[in-house]
């Protein structure tokens, strides 16, 4: 195993082992652990944002009422027609979010795209998002992921079908570009 191989693991967390249960398929014991604790942290950061904004619309809408102004009404007609539309669109985002992290729990399968991998900086609302392409697959990665990557080399990415997550991560010489 080389140091870049070790370096690999350590950004991105896996072992020899989990790599090898990867490449036949799988995901281990060990990375299907991972991928509940991840599950449980997502969930409750959904939660706790849900929550948030349940207790915001009762707050607009009670103070609403309690105005019992004519015009009150009329803004809290257009807060709900934006706003409930958009409500039930997340509650529905992380329904999925949850099936999806059931389905990799439940079927225990990881894919494999192997390729030429490209490095990116997204701007987004939120700040600069690190990804990664290999084979037109584009996966988001943390600092320490992004930097563990070389730009332009060969790797092969095992992932979680559902959830996307990265799993394991394989370099190699690729004799023929």
Known sequence: MTSSQETLQKAFGFTSDDLRANAFGDISERQAASLMK?????????????????WLTLVVVGALLVAGNRADAVVLIGIGLVYLPLLAWMMRHYQRLGVQITDDM???????????????????????????????????VDANQFDALNDNES???????????????????????
């Open 106 to 140: 439940t079927q225990r399968r990881a894919r494999m795209v192997c390729g030429q991998l490209h490095k990116s900086l997204r701007s987004t609302e939120d700040g600069t998002r690190m990804a990664i392409t290999v084979d037109e697959q584009t996966f988001n």
């Open 155 to 177: 790797y092969c990415l095992f992932y979680s079908i559902h959830t996307r997550v990265i799993l394991s991560v394989w370099r190699y010489e690729n004799r023929y570009t």
């Open 38 to 54: 991840l599950a449980d942290t997502r969930m409750k950061a959904q939660r706790e944002w849900l929550y948030r904004a349940a």
